[in-house]
């Protein structure tokens, strides 16, 4: 496909951890299938930051692409319970660096406080989040600052059964499985010795006494005791089976290949390194790994000493174990690598034509979003509104009352005759959010879910306007809801000038850039003071269609003003036609 990929990790890719070599398969597979992968990691290696240093800045000055593996920065400690922030100047390189031209930004755990999580956040890319571990999943604490960092990625992925389902339930959303990407040591096993392989846990004595216990009733046979993570302690071996007991370190994929070759079996730790058992398997060496031997750590002397007898079986449980890790190979990783992006790039909308259809029709302000009486929380007279909107210089308006339609019918009817153009709309609350029709021709009922009220639009031959879409001091769509529906919606509401929070038209604005959607502004205005203060400038129109048009090359004018002032307006207002209702 020809795709620039970029990949993100929060570990320092000067040391071995199990995420880096997922990345590092993933990367190499994608690359023989021609793509051009970019790997953004902190670093501890003086070479790897000197030369990601130059990196950036011919990027910054010359705007040459980064490639390889770009060190933005050292390496600090991550965990679930870190409180270090991602130091600045790794977060102003890390910027930097998303200014690329990447079709995918890829990161990998991103729930943690790391480069994972801030290139989600602020990638102008399409965006796939990858989660490894069920105890990295902390991050973001806030629900709040979870659903916006949903809302910034595209496709949700996980590593494994047990990572999926504690992902789900923690960042709800639709996810593909993704194998781990391991493929046999080079060589492949060889003929088997009498040497087993038992990977050491210091928190797993158990298993560890009752294997070496079974080491003496077995004479002719070896026991390596594999320490797969760094600073694991080194276990204690007993004085009778010291000379068939030997310990060693394997915490990259090559030196676990070493150790591996010619083993006759492997006892993985019970939570131990899944890439170790995986790479076991598909090189033809079997498990033991008897189900209750956490409980019952006898099981596991016993399945050592059926081996040592039958090699029927060890050959059965070698022949269960490739056809297990067949799914879990580093081309079938990339064949999900291939599907989840080309299902990510069909969200991105193809660029209007550059050609202006409507280029001799006049330019016209147009304020997309407003209210009148007919609302439950607005006074203001339809009459009024035209008046007022013709007075502030306005070429069109879109009357959205709250689900119900007679302001904009009567509003219609008024205009006629005059040089203001009325868009008929209605705001419509449904299940999942609210939603703007325009141009439509009868009211729309609330309470239906969201595709249900997107459909109902459709039928009318009207247009989709998703109104504050980040506002979430109104009733908004998750990202769940917003990313399914996404294909569905013609104008994406960039400025509303009503919001307390200006972070909300920004974030919307971002979104809105990436995925190439029509823009649209309104003040969604309760009194009159209010109106005109979000518009667009655009090219005046006649159907829906032209609409759509003259949307695609139109302005967005912001004309703000104080929202305090505004809402005291809205105030009064109401409590006027509480006190007239009371006479």
């Known amino acids: 496909m020809g795709l620039r990929i970029c990949m993100v990790t929060p570990f320092a890719w000067s040391q071995p951890h199990p995420v880096n070599e997922h990345l590092a398969a993933a990367r190499d597979e994608l690359r023989t299938r021609g793509y051009d992968v970019v790997v953004l990691a902190p670093s501890n290696r003086a070479l790897e930051l000197a030369a990601g ?40 390189n890390l910027e930097l660096a998303l200014t690329d031209s990447f079709d995918v930004v890829h990161a990998h755990e991103p729930g943690l406080p790391s480069l994972s999580y801030l290139a989600l956040r602020h990638a102008r890319a399409l965006t796939v989040a990858t989660f490894h571990s069920t105890e990295r999943l902390a991050y973001p604490p806030g629900r709040q600052q979870r659903e916006r960092l949903l809302a910034r990625i595209d496709a949700l992925t996980a590593v494994g059964e047990d990572t999926l389902a504690a992902a789900r339930r923690r960042f709800p959303g639709s996810y593909r499985l993704f194998p781990h990407g391991v493929d046999p040591a080079p060589g492949g096993n060889g003929a088997p010795t009498k040497r087993l392989i038992f990977e050491w846990r210091a928190d797993e004595l158990a298993r560890a006494r009752v294997a070496l216990r079974a080491l003496r009733d077995l004479p002719e046979w070896e026991l390596v005791l594999l320490r797969t993570k760094p600073l694991a302690g080194r276990p204690y071996v007993p004085l009778a089976v010291r000379g068939r007991v030997h310990v060693r370190t394997a915490v990259d994929p090559d030196s676990r290949a070493e150790a591996l070759a010619g083993a006759a079996a492997l006892v993985p730790a019970q939570r131990g390194l899944k890439r170790l058992a995986l790479q076991a398997q598909a090189s033809g060496v079997p498990l033991l790994d008897p189900p209750g031997s956490d409980v019952q750590p006898e099981l596991v002397a016993a399945a050592m000493a059926r081996l040592a007898e039958s090699d029927e079986w060890r050959e059965e449980l070698a022949a269960r174990g490739r056809k297990a890790v067949e799914r879990e190979t580093v081309s079938a990783l990339g064949d999900a690598l291939e599907e989840t992006y080309r299902s990510v790039l069909r969200r991105r909308r193809r660029p209007a034509a550059p050609s202006d259809p409507l280029a001799d029709r006049p330019l016209v302000l147009c304020d997309l979003h407003m209210h009148t009486e007919h609302s439950h929380d607005c006074a203001v007279p339809v009459a009024a509104l035209l008046d007022y909107a013709e007075a502030q ?62 459909a109902a639009i459709r039928e009318q031959n009207g247009v989709v306007y998703l109104p504050h879409p980040f506002d979430r001091l109104h009733t908004i769509p998750d990202a769940e809801s917003l990313h399914r529906h996404l294909a569905q919606i013609d104008v994406f509401e960039v ?67 104080s929202l305090v002032y505004l809402q005291g307006l809205k105030w009064v207002a109401q409590a006027r036609e509480r006190r007239k209702a009371a006479v």
Do not use: C, W
């Not at 040459?64 to 600045?88: F, N």
């Not at 609409?547 to 302005?555: D, H, W």
């Open 53 to 92: 240093r130059r990196a950036l800045r011919k990027l910054g000055r010359e705007g040459t692409s980064l490639d390889g593996i770009v060190a933005l920065g050292p390496a600090i400690p991550v965990s679930r319970r870190s409180r270090m922030g991602v130091p600045l100047g790794v977060r102003a």
């Open 393 to 454: 210089g306005l070429g069109a308006i879109a009357v959205t009352d709250h689900n119900v339609f007679g302001g904009a019918r009567e509003a219609v009817e008024l205009a006629k005759g005059r040089p203001l153009t009325v868009i008929p709309g209605e705001e419509v609350k449904t299940e999942a959010g609210e939603v703007i029709g325009l141009f439509l021709d009868e009211e729309i009922p609330r309470g239906m879910s969201m595709g249900d009220t997107i």
């Open 495 to 561: 400025y509303n000038a009503r919001l307390l929070f200006e972070g909300f038209n920004d974030e919307a604005l971002r979104f809105a850039r990436k995925y190439n959607l029509t823009m649209g502004a309104g003040s969604d205005a309760h009194v009159l003071q209010g109106v005109g203060t979000g518009l667009v400038r655009m090219r005046a129109f006649e159907t829906p269609e032209e609409f759509l048009i003259s949307l695609r090359s139109a302005e967005i004018l912001r004309r703000p003003k």
